[in-house]
């Protein structure tokens, strides 16, 4: 008896579903092993080449697995039902595609390299900061561009210069011609509120940033600070890295990770608030797409917008200080003894010229970006030899923020993101700090930001952009969501007003 359409249908989705369950088999292995690198594994070098080993082994099989030509034509024979598919497994369908026909361009060998390589350069990065060698991993870094470089021509689909493939691949929609005038409206607007503010006769305490605050102290109170946001540590959990990062290894298993100064309580603080919104995204993927391959944020620019929300416009905002701050006060009686809520408050938004991307404030901090932006344009087109990025970091550092590094470990060394592979990436986190106030601007026409903070109940927020954002996971592309959410296309005015709205009140200018 010949099958109808509909049994086909079914049966083509059911042959799906068995591929995706050994995908997220495998995901779920590679996920651990690179968290555990990043937090509790060994660096000796025995460690790191069985562990690099094993990595590249399971990225084969992924590879394997996502490009067997039965999945091939399975995806094609989806293709061609398409009207019958619902809306989540059309973008599905969609998404698979572009990847499988990615894939079949890069040689399997080349893969499992890449995957060895990437490995290992996060633990010689890792070594390479802390002794603040780079001509030590140096090597590792040209050999990550020689495989990026390689990628991105067999697989370009993106018109363009090469970069624009890289780009497309973290923001579906992203150009260097967009981004190019994107951070032309920020640093036209930022850049002379930082010269006023470097001008301000407004003296900032900070003294007491840097008082000792005990390590397992420290450590308590992010935990605590993760449920008051919203963060669920029945799903996740809160563990020390080199580097903070957030990961995802099932729905139900989101994990966050900070570094603990004792002598800079704010960076454990803000980078916790920060890991905690991309865990809050991904703890409340909607039902439709959960646990399916559109299960994830939208993009990084997105999930970005969530990070940078609860970090800076919900964490360092006045009614946020205001309520958190007499609670420091009791538990951290020593360190804040002497010290007011205006003062705190001024401090924890202290405005200048610094080094750190990551310890850097919320006005200045799109200025590293941009400088990271510039870099990475000309390593990929070759214009940068790596031997020459120490240089030209500095230079860039002089030129936007007008400071220079003293050494690599606090200029080029300090970000782990080139170590994984992510160019493209960084631009992400500027996007999503324009995205998190264009977001804030659509909430308050239904929900007030300080008035849930003053009612000491913040899940409202996070219910908020369940129903607007999380909602949709990969449903959407990163800009079509935006203005499916807020009704207009990005606009980055609304983060240089609020910009300039905050820091001439603390700067009195």
């Not at 997220?24 to 555990?36: G, I, Q, R, T």
């Not at 079509?480 to 990005?490: N, R, Y």
Request: aromatic residues 12%; glycine residues 4%; contains cysteine.
């Amino acid at each position: 008896m010949e099958k109808t359409k509909d049994q086909e249908l079914k049966l083509l989705l059911k042959q799906f579903d068995k591929h995706y369950e050994k995908t997220k088999a495998l995901n779920y292995v590679m996920n651990v092993a690179s968290f555990d690198a990043q937090t509790i594994a060994p660096k000796n070098d025995g460690a790191v080449n069985e562990r690099s080993e094993a990595m590249g082994f399971w990225a084969l099989e992924d590879f394997k697995h996502q490009n067997d030509p039965t999945y091939d034509r399975l995806i094609s024979d989806l293709q061609s039902q398409l009207a019958d598919l619902t809306p989540e497994m059309k973008r599905i369908v969609f998404l698979e595609r572009k990847k499988i026909d990615q894939l079949k361009k890069i040689d399997p060998k080349d893969y499992q390299d890449y995957a060895v390589l990437l490995s290992q350069a996060q633990v010689a990065w890792e070594k390479a900061k802390a002794n603040d060698n780079f001509d030590a991993y140096a090597p590792y870094l040209e050999k990550i561009l020689f495989y990026v470089r390689k990628f991105a021509t067999l697989t370009k689909t993106v018109a363009g210069p090469l970069y624009n493939q890289l780009l497309d691949d973290y923001e579906e929609g992203n150009t260097i011609e967009k981004l190019d005038a994107f951070f032309a409206t920020l640093k036209a607007r930022i850049v002379p509120l930082l010269k006023k503010i470097q001008q301000s006769k407004v003296k900032i305490r900070m003294d007491f940033m840097s008082r000792k605050f005990p390590k397992h102290e420290q450590l308590a109170y992010a935990k605590s600070l993760l449920t008051f946001i919203g963060y669920d540590l029945n799903a996740g959990v809160l563990a020390e890295s080199v580097h903070p990062f957030s990961s995802e290894i099932t729905p139900s298993d989101v994990r966050v990770t900070t570094h603990i100064y004792e002598d800079n309580f704010i960076s454990n603080i803000y980078s916790t608030a920060h890991e905690g919104g991309h865990g809050i995204y991904e703890q409340n993927i909607g039902p439709k797409v959960k646990g399916t391959i559109l299960g994830h944020g939208a993009a990084m620019s997105i999930h970005e917008s969530q990070s940078r929300f609860y970090e800076n416009v919900l964490g360092r905002s006045y009614a946020f200080t205001e309520m958190v701050f007499p609670e420091l006060k009791k538990q951290f009686k020593d360190q804040f003894k002497d010290v007011t809520l205006a003062e705190y408050y001024q401090a924890i938004n202290e405005a200048k010229a610094s080094l750190i991307r990551t310890e850097s404030d919320e006005l200045t901090y799109s200025l590293h970006i941009m400088v990271r932006y510039e870099l990475e344009k000309r390593l990929i087109e070759g214009s940068l030899k790596v031997k020459d990025l120490p240089t030209a970091w500095n230079e860039l550092y002089q030129s936007y923020l007008g400071i220079k590094p003293k050494n690599d470990r606090t200029g080029c060394l300090q970000d782990v993101h080139w170590s994984g592979g992510a160019f493209g990436y960084f631009p992400s986190y500027a996007l999503g700090n324009a995205i998190s106030i264009q977001l804030l601007k659509t909430m308050e026409k239904t929900l007030s930001l300080e008035k849930t903070i003053k009612s000491k109940d913040l899940i409202p927020i996070r219910d908020w952009f369940t129903k607007h954002v999380y909602v949709y996971g990969k449903l959407y592309p990163p800009f079509v969501l935006l203005k499916k959410v807020t009704g207009e296309d990005l606009n980055p005015s609304y983060y240089c007003d609020y910009l300039e709205e905050k820091f001439s009140k603390i700067y009195k200018i």
